[in-house]
């Protein structure tokens, strides 16, 4: 009489583990491996001997916090930093809240061809950045812009949109255009997973629709907003596309406009890569920091208001 194999519970076991391998080795060859040789350029630096020819003149030694000091400390980089923090209090507001409007009107009732409508508002975010930022550069410049040329038509005045402070406004639309029709989907996915019956409910007590949307739709998509503002403090901190690609049209956009931009001029620019990846270490310190602060302020009123 023959028995049957007995089954070992050490391969159920190591299933979930066999299915995990995979995805490990992935993050640690192409997210955890560069972030640590990141950080581990940030804390060297190149001694030059001499006039630094021959062999063994130039040498890579320890710096400690060299060059974090020096990056804490850089104007250009500072600057840098408070124009994308300008940049953000134009950006975000605006995007997120053309976004949610998009997603109430999308899902009302009175609504109409509401797919067709749905896919123009997002198709903006499939183009790429550098392709929109080109887009929109060609039509601010006055010489080949047809915005310019119905403008000096009309007679009106024909603003330069690549100069001083009308720049910030120019890269906002850039942004605002192309990141608006990811956050809307995002809020209107939430919408359309509320119940009919709350809003029969409503209907029933004589809400109207100006009410319902402030009453019942963004109090319920409240999470959806957190998330959405949580992408849009990582992509503002981490603006490059769009001032790299205006800058061979204006003389407005240094090659340090931006903290990243910085990190890119030091490393491929000028060839310090110790001092870039300092900067870029303190650029993800920084991204980690305001996007775990702004959770943590969102989850704890989120836990006072479920409390009351």
């Known amino acids: 009489?023959?028995?049957?194999?007995?089954?070992?519970?050490?391969?159920?076991?190591?299933?979930?583990?066999?299915?995990?391998?995979?995805?490990?080795?992935?993050?640690?060859?192409?997210?955890?491996?560069?972030?640590?040789?990141?950080?581990?350029?940030?804390?060297?630096?190149?001694?030059?001997?001499?006039l630094g020819l021959g062999s063994g003149a130039r040498k890579e030694v320890w710096a400690g916090i060299e060059n974090y000091t020096d990056a804490l400390t850089d104007s250009e980089l500072l600057d840098g930093t408070l124009r994308v923090l300008g940049y953000g209090c134009i950006v975000i507001p605006l995007m997120l809240g053309v976004a949610l409007l998009f997603a109430l009107m999308l899902d009302s009732d009175k609504v109409r061809l509401a797919p067709f409508t749905r896919l123009a508002i997002f198709l903006p975010?499939?183009?790429?950045?550098?392709?929109?930022?080109?887009?929109?550069?060609?039509?601010?410049?006055?010489?080949?812009?047809?915005?310019?040329?119905?403008?000096?038509?009309?007679?009106?005045?024909?603003?330069?949109?690549?100069?001083?402070?009308p720049l910030y406004l120019a890269l906002s639309n850039i942004a605002v255009w192309g990141g608006t029709g990811f956050n809307m989907i995002v809020i209107y996915t939430s919408l359309q997973a509320i119940p009919a019956e709350v809003y029969e409910a409503a209907k029933l007590d004589?809400?109207?629709?100006?009410?319902?949307?402030?009453?019942?739709?963004?109090?319920?998509?409240?999470?959806?907003?957190?998330?959405?503002?949580?992408?849009?403090?990582?992509?503002?901190?981490?603006?490059?596309?769009?001032?790299?690609?205006?800058?061979?049209?204006?003389?407005?956009?240094?090659?340090?406009w931006s903290p990243l931009m910085k990190v890119y001029?030091?490393?491929?620019?000028?060839?310090?890569?110790?001092?870039?990846?300092?900067?870029?270490?303190?650029?993800?310190?920084?991204?980690?920091?305001?996007?775990?602060?702004?959770l943590r302020a969102a989850n704890r009123r989120n836990k006072q208001e479920a409390a009351r």
Request: proline share 8%; net charge neutral; glycine share 8%.
């Open 1 to 50: 009489m023959t028995t049957a194999p007995r089954r070992t519970s050490y391969g159920v076991k190591g299933a979930p583990y066999a299915f995990l391998l995979p995805a490990t080795i992935l993050f640690a060859l192409f997210f955890a491996l560069p972030i640590g040789y990141a950080v581990w350029l940030s804390l060297h630096k190149v001694h030059v001997s001499g």
């Open 125 to 165: 975010y499939a183009i790429p950045g550098v392709v929109a930022a080109l887009l929109w550069g060609f039509l601010y410049l006055p010489d080949v812009s047809p915005f310019y040329y119905v403008l000096e038509r009309l007679g009106l005045p024909q603003p330069d949109l690549l100069d001083g402070g």
């Open 206 to 256: 004589g809400a109207t629709p100006l009410q319902i949307a402030l009453r019942i739709k963004i109090p319920m998509v409240a999470s959806s907003l957190v998330l959405t503002f949580f992408f849009s403090i990582i992509a503002t901190l981490q603006v490059f596309s769009e001032p790299t690609t205006l800058k061979p049209l204006t003389n407005s956009v240094s090659t340090t």
């Open 265 to 294: 001029r030091d490393a491929f620019g000028t060839g310090d890569i110790y001092q870039a990846a300092a900067e870029a270490v303190l650029i993800a310190i920084a991204t980690l920091v305001l996007s775990f602060g702004f």
